[in-house]
């Protein structure tokens, strides 16, 4: 399945990507290209190589074969500074190493950006502040990192990777120890954050109800080599889902509203996994 083609520049191309963990290949000879506009949800079971992916796609490590390009220029020719300025990369974890302030650490973001002498200026502080303002966080300014709790945490490492301005996104779980109200804040904040013009997003993501609601866009990968590339809700259906995830879901529907659930049990093996009769 593939996106309605696009008229924009292309952000983001992976031609014939392979990734190989040990002896498996969790990606076969994968090529596409995402453009600007796009919010893509890269969803897959546990071990399916979403980090791996995400990690190559940011020019971090190097596929098994193939290649990828960021603006037409492939990943190994780009200087670490303008890429830095192009993309920005929030991984999975990033444990705090030192006391700062939540404003000081969202402004580490900044170093791509600073010239001279490498200090901050004003304008880097307002992106700091407007990065901040965007997730809910500006009565957090003050407090020091490391007397936050996780989903706090979680949220500054997603205002500190907005900080950096970068027009291309690459987000490795970025909703993880948030609850539900926080999930969908954050996910509405970047969709508005991609309304600018030639800015992309992709993001890791287990919820798939949460992917089809905000996610323009959808990367199924099943770990076994294969990937499902297209809009949200051609790829994020029951049949392609039970499939990659080798449990049977179903689609529910109320009014306009739809939810992937797990399909309920049959009645016979309902009976049989509560059977308490004697042997």
């Not at 949800?41 to 190589?49: D, L, R, S, T, W």
């Not at 300025?85 to 991984?91: D, H, I, S, Y």
């Amino acid at each position: 399945m593939m996106p309605i083609n696009n008229l924009a520049q292309p952000t983001l191309s992976a031609q014939r990507v392979s990734l190989r963990a040990g002896a498996r290949t969790l990606l076969d000879a994968f090529t596409h290209t995402f453009y600007p506009g796009e919010i893509w949800c890269v969803a897959g079971p546990n071990g399916a190589g979403k980090t791996t992916l995400l990690s190559t796609l940011a020019g971090l490590r190097e596929p098994s074969a193939g290649h990828v390009e960021l603006d037409g220029v492939r990943m190994t020719g780009w200087h670490a500074r303008q890429l830095a300025q192009r993309r920005a990369l929030m991984p999975q974890s990033a444990p705090d190493a030192f006391s700062a302030s939540v404003l000081d650490i969202v402004m580490l973001n900044r170093f791509p950006h600073l010239t001279g002498w490498g200090w901050e200026g004003e304008g880097d502080r307002e992106a700091a502040r407007a990065a901040l303002d965007l997730l809910g966080l500006t009565a957090l300014a003050a407090r020091d990192v490391l007397s936050l709790s996780g989903g706090e945490r979680q949220r500054v490492a997603l205002a500190a990777v907005l900080c950096q301005q970068a027009p291309l996104l690459l987000l490795d779980e970025p909703l993880s120890h948030l609850d539900l109200h926080h999930q969908i804040e954050c996910l509405e904040a970047l969709s508005e954050w991609a309304r600018e013009p030639a800015r992309t997003v992709l993001f890791s993501c287990h919820d798939l109800n949460l992917a089809r609601r905000f996610a323009t866009h959808a990367l199924l990968l099943d770990g076994a080599g294969a990937a499902y590339a297209g809009r949200a809700h051609e790829v994020l259906t029951p049949a392609l889902t039970s499939r990659v995830f080798g449990y049977p879901l179903i689609l529910i529907r109320d009014g306009e509203h739809e939810a992937l659930i797990p399909a309920p049990r049959s009645r016979h093996e309902f009976a049989s996994s509560h059977d308490t009769s004697a042997s």
